[in-house]
C-alpha cells in the first residue's frame, strides 16, 4: 500500500507527534510505501518535505536519525506494485482536489490502516491455507511464510463462495465498514484480497456464484482459480498416498488407483472433474510434499501471477 502525507501535517503543534511517529512506525513494520510532499501528484524529482526535515530535527539524535531511516525505507516503490496499480491512501488536513487518484482519509484513520495486515479472504481459513502454501513455488510459499508468521498477512474465513459474496457487498458499503471493520470501504477493499473457486464444468463456464462473486470484486485484488476447486491442484501422486492412507480394503484401493490413472489421462478437462469427496481437504495431508509434483503438475505458472499479486496488495 502507498500512503501519502501532506507535508504540512508535520507543520501543526505538537499534539500531533504521537499520532505521526506511530504512523511511521506501522508503516515501516508493514512494509508500506511513505511519501511525503505538498501535492500527491509531485514527481519524484520535485517532491518536497521541509516541514518534514524541520519536524525530525525536533527530535533527540538517536530518535532523528532512526527516523531518517524509517524514512529511507518507505520510500522504496516495487515495480510489481507499480505495474499492478497498488493502492493509495491520501492523509492531509486539507481537502484533496478533485481528480487525484487515491482514497482521502484522516491522519488517524491512516494509523490505524497502516498497521492492518492484509486479509486475504477465503471460503476456509484453515484448508484454503494449507492449498496455497503447498501449491506455490517454493519462493513464494517461503515468502507467504514470512509475511504470517510476521503478522503482515492473515487469512479470513467466509463459509462460502455465496457467503463470501455478501461480505464483499456488505463491506463495500461506507457505513457499514465503518461500523463493522472501523475504517471507510475503500481501506476495507485495499486491505482484503480475495481467492474463490471457478467450480464449472469447463474453463469458459465458470459457476454463477463464480461469476456474480468476479462482478463484484477488484481485479487486482483478486483471484478466481483456473482450476475447479483447490482439489483439482492436486497431483496424482497427492491422490495416490492419499489413497493408501485413507484407504484400507485392498480391492478398493486397485480400483480407486485405475480410476485416478484414468482421470489424469483426461488431459486439461481433468481440471474440471468433481472429484470424489475422499481427497476434500487434501492439502492439509500428513505426507511427503514434493516441489516438482506441482511444477510438473503446471500450476506454478497461475500460483506465480496469484502471489505476485498478493505482493503488490501488501
Known sequence: MIIWLHDRLFANDRQGDLALLTLLRNAAARGHTLIISNSPNSPFHRRSS????????????????????????????????????????????????????????????????????????????????????????????????????????????????????????????????????????????????????????????PSQSSMDLKKICVQNRSHRLLRRCQENYLPKEVMLAIIEKRITDPNDRIQRRIKIDQHCSGGDQRHFTKLDKLFKNGFTEEIAWVEDWFKNDGSWPEMTELAEKIAAAM
Request: proline share 4%; net charge neutral; charged share 25%.
Open 50 to 205: 521541509s516541514y518534514f526535515e524541520q519536524w525530525i530535527s525536533t527530535f533527540p539524535v538517536r530518535l532523528e536519525e532512526e527516523l531518517k531511516l524509517i524514512r529511507q525505507q518507505l520510500m522504496i516503490v516495487s515495480a510489481n506494485s507499480t505495474v499492478r496499480g497498488t493502492g493509495r491512501l491520501l492523509v492531509s488536513a486539507r481537502k484533496i482536489p478533485d481528480g487525484i487518484t487515491g482514497c482521502q482519509i484522516s491522519l488517524e484513520e491512516a494509523v490505524r490502516a497502516a498497521a492492518q495486515p492484509l486479509y486475504v479472504l477465503v471460503e476456509n481459513q484453515i484448508n484454503d491455507a494449507a492449498f496455497l502454501r503447498r501449491v506455490m513455488p517454493p519462493v513464494w510459499s517461503k515468502k507467504l511464510l514470512q509475511w504470517e508468521s510476521e503478522g503482515k498477512l492473515r487469512y479470513e474465513h467466509s463459509g462460502g463462495i455465496d457467503t463470501m459474496r455478501n461480505i464483499v457487498m456488505f463491506y463495500t458499503q461506507d457505513d457499514k465498514a465503518r461500523l463493522a471493520f472501523g475504517l471507510p470501504a475503500q481501506i476495507w477493499q485495499l486491505g482484503h484480497f480475495i481467492i474463490y473457486d471457478h467450480d464449472g464444468k469447463n474453463a469458459e463456464n
